[in-house]
């Protein structure tokens, strides 16, 4: 039974690291409620398949399977295309898709050349604390219009939505503090159930929302620069 609970706080763990990409990337995008939905179920698709080749072929460890953080400031440069480079954000997205089949293409090329450890060397911890640092700033008016509940169209925060965060992040704090050790180890858990009892209760919790994945088109422009920009 501990085993059990233990491997579904793991779970929800992970869930809760990788939900934030790719609702952040869907704000920067301009994405609609139900396309932000669809990105969000493609994305826990493919981190459950990878955690299944993980367990079956791949080093077995503990180890949280989430989008990469760097990969977020290429999304966030391409943001910045959208009506100066490319005319919509569709266009964009189309871009910025195949050049990321690009970069993984070559990354793996790299990987087992042996020459991405020659090139990884050059980029010291201060360089990537630098580029974090940016990036959480860049980043930080998604997170806080989502605990505000702040809508654009109508340009205003919602009283309940910053209610329900403050609530929520009160008791994540004290259920990771709490004198209980079996409280601590399963806070994760209860802040999780905690949240969506607040939410519910205030009449702000909604169902998952469907959306038939588009395909893919590869265009001509700038599709390496996610590779350059990965390297660092």
Not at 47 to 64: D, K, S, Y
Not at 96 to 116: H, R, Y
Request: hydrophobic fraction near 55%; charge should be neutral.
């Amino acid at each position: 039974m501990k085993m059990i609970f233990s491997s579904f706080q793991w779970m929800i763990f992970i869930i809760a690291g990788s939900i934030a990409t790719p609702i952040a990337n869907a704000a920067l995008f301009q994405l609609d409620a139900i396309e932000t939905a669809g990105f969000v179920q493609r994305t826990m698709f493919v981190l459950g398949m990878a955690g299944i080749v993980q367990v079956l072929f791949g080093h077995r460890l503990p180890i949280n399977e989430s989008p990469a953080g760097l990969w977020w400031g290429v999304f966030i440069i391409y943001a910045t295309f959208i009506g100066v480079t490319y005319e919509t954000a569709a266009d964009t997205l189309k871009v910025l898709k195949s050049g990321l089949l690009i970069s993984g293409i070559i990354f793996l090329l790299l990987a087992l050349t042996g020459v991405l450890n020659k090139i990884t060397i050059l980029f010291t911890p201060t360089i990537t604390f630098t580029y974090l640092m940016l990036l959480i700033f860049q980043l930080s008016g998604p997170f806080f219009n989502g605990i505000t509940g702040f809508d654009h169209d109508i340009g205003v925060v919602q009283i309940p939505v910053i209610f329900g965060s403050l609530i929520t992040i009160i008791f994540t704090f004290w259920l990771g503090n709490h004198q209980v050790k079996w409280v601590q180890h399963y806070s994760i858990v209860m802040a999780f159930a905690i949240g969506w009892l607040v939410f519910a209760g205030l009449g702000l919790a909604s169902g998952p929302l469907l959306k038939q994945a588009g395909t893919s088109h590869f265009q001509t422009g700038l599709h390496l620069v996610p590779l350059f920009l990965r390297l660092e």
